[in-house]
């Protein structure tokens, strides 16, 4: 069963805004990673957070985890074009082998 | 990073016939492969693990007998759809972990667009 909830489920933005998409998911975590997906391709992993961590930056991405609320969110700022594509939040919990659990996705576009 | 091909991109084949679709992971050596299997606008479902030398674990619900896992080499998985109908029309995409103490990462295939006539 799917673990991570995104919110919202779709968002469209002008270029430049920022972009706040949010995901909540149910059980205990080792870490919780973000992928993005651009349409008809495979994904790619933009960042992973553990979950003694309360923050992380990459670029223009800024992740928050709040393991009491089990949510987190991912911040892309100063949106581009090129940003317009599915966001999907994934879980992991246990050893190094554990599986992937995903969200159902966000889809976001940005407005040129 | 590291890099997974898949291949075929897209195949389009008759009800009945079977698929191979195969995920190589090319600058590393995976001992870890997963499967998944996506309807449009919709998430990623993992179907099972491919562990390299022994038999794959299949999430419940999918059927072992029609999605055949072979992981035969630290690089190569393949998965066969068997006796393919329309409902098995999906996009699939296999993904790998580059093993390592602490290693999280999962790097995944572009995926297959399988449809089935």
């Known amino acids: 069963s799917q673990q991570g909830e995104e919110d919202p489920q779709a968002l469209s933005i002008q270029e430049g805004e920022n972009a706040t998409m949010n995901c909540s998911y149910k059980?205990?975590?080792?870490?919780l990673q973000w992928y993005r997906q651009n349409s008809g391709r495979g994904l790619v992993h933009l960042i992973l957070?553990?979950?003694?961590?309360r923050e992380k930056h990459s670029g223009r991405l800024r992740v928050t985890l709040d393991t009491s609320k089990k949510s987190s969110s991912l911040l892309i700022t100063a949106s581009r074009a090129a940003d317009t594509a599915s966001y999907f939040c994934a879980t992991v919990y246990g050893g190094a082998n554990s599986k992937l659990t995903f969200g159902k996705g966000i889809t976001l576009s940005v407005r040129p | 990073g590291a890099v997974v091909s898949q291949h075929p991109s897209r195949v389009i084949c008759k009800s009945g016939t079977s698929v191979k679709i195969e995920c190589r992971s090319l600058?590393?050596?995976?001992?870890?492969m997963f499967w998944y299997r996506q309807f449009p606008k919709q998430s990623l479902m993992l179907m099972a693990t491919s562990n390299e030398g022994s038999k794959a674990t299949y999430e419940q619900g999918v059927e072992k007998d029609k999605f055949l896992i072979n992981h035969a080499s630290l690089t190569l998985s393949t998965l066969t759809v068997t006796s393919a109908h329309p409902e098995d029309s999906s996009f699939y995409i296999c993904?790998?972990?580059?093993?390592?103490?602490?290693?999280?990462?999962?790097?995944f295939g572009p995926g297959t667009r399988l449809t089935v006539t």
């Open positions: 957070i553990r979950s003694n961590e």
């Open positions: 059980t205990s975590i080792n870490n």
């Open positions: 600058d590393f050596q995976a001992t870890t």
């Open positions: 993904s790998a972990r580059e093993p390592g103490l602490g290693s999280w990462e999962q790097y």
